[in-house]
């Protein structure tokens, strides 16, 4: 990975959670990868009041699961397991991250959820996302303002339709691999740490579930979903419409 400093990315994935990512983002990641975007990863805690594992063995995993996922940087804010709040301390330390990375996209989780860290995340970033573009706040830190053009928001409730899918059936394999970095996190019949809901068999299965899912609503084997807040601008809606091959089928 290069030094932070000089990046321009194209994507930055922020969530709560140092597997947060893999687990509903990272085919996608690996796919804009490949097509020549730069990525990065957001860690905003260390995860450690996870019921397995300990901040150090997730840092190693995480650490592995960014080279599986080709990311260009991957850091961590460390805001607290379980303490994440939108407010103004986490805010500025959020908008530094974001001037200095500069990502054109962004992707993160959805406001409703059960998860007080995931839904405080969705709120946060979408603050700092905007007061990150306003030339006069937090002056002292010396940065450009910077503004991400769009924020795309995933993990949402089943009860909410998908903005749209992408097609990750090419880059589900190495998601998996970057998923299975965070070993100390799931399903391992040897462990002898507590059982939680990540760490069964049944929760990796929904997973894939989830996956194969969100694949069959655009035809295609496994896909990732988001949802998107503001209306779409498109340039070309005859490119964008006439994605789904089998015409016919
Ligand atoms: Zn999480």
């Known amino acids: 990975?290069?030094?932070?400093?000089?990046?321009?990315?194209?994507?930055?994935?922020?969530?709560?959670h140092p597997d947060d990512v893999e687990l509903s983002v990272g085919g996608t990641l690996i796919k804009l990868g490949r097509l020549g975007y730069k990525t990065g990863v957001l860690d905003l805690t260390r995860g450690e009041a996870g019921t397995r594992g300990t901040p150090e063995i997730r840092a190693a995993e995480a650490e592995r699961a960014a080279e599986l996922l080709g990311l260009s940087v991957r850091e961590n804010l460390d805001l607290g397991d379980a303490r994440i709040w939108a407010n103004e301390e986490s805010r500025v330390k959020l908008v530094r991250v974001l001037?200095?990375?500069r990502?054109?996209?962004?992707?993160?989780?959805?406001?409703?959820?059960?998860?007080?860290?995931?839904?405080?995340?969705?709120?946060?970033?979408?603050?700092?996302?905007?007061v990150s573009g306003l030339a006069k706040y937090d002056r002292e830190a010396g940065q450009e303002r910077w503004r991400p053009s769009c924020i795309a928001y995933f993990?949402?409730?089943?009860?909410?339709a998908p903005s749209f899918i992408v097609d990750i059936s090419e880059t589900s394999q190495p998601k998996w691999e970057a998923i299975r970095a965070h070993a100390s996190q799931f399903f391992n019949p040897q462990a002898t740490e507590p059982q939680s809901r990540v760490s069964t068999q049944a929760f990796l299965r929904e997973i894939e579930s989830r996956d194969r899912y969100f694949g069959a609503m655009i035809g295609v084997e496994n896909g990732?979903?988001?949802?998107?807040?503001e209306a779409l601008n498109v340039e070309d809606p005859v490119a964008l419409l006439t994605r789904r091959m089998n015409m016919y089928s």
């Open 99 to 101: 001037r200095r990375l």
């Open 103 to 130: 990502p054109r996209l962004v992707f993160t989780q959805f406001w409703e959820d059960p998860h007080p860290d995931h839904a405080h995340t969705s709120q946060l970033v979408r603050e700092a996302c905007h």
């Open 155 to 160: 993990l949402f409730p089943r009860t909410v």
């Open 224 to 229: 990732e979903a988001f949802f998107v807040r």
């Open 1 to 16: 990975m290069e030094a932070a400093q000089s990046l321009q990315l194209d994507i930055l994935a922020i969530a709560a």
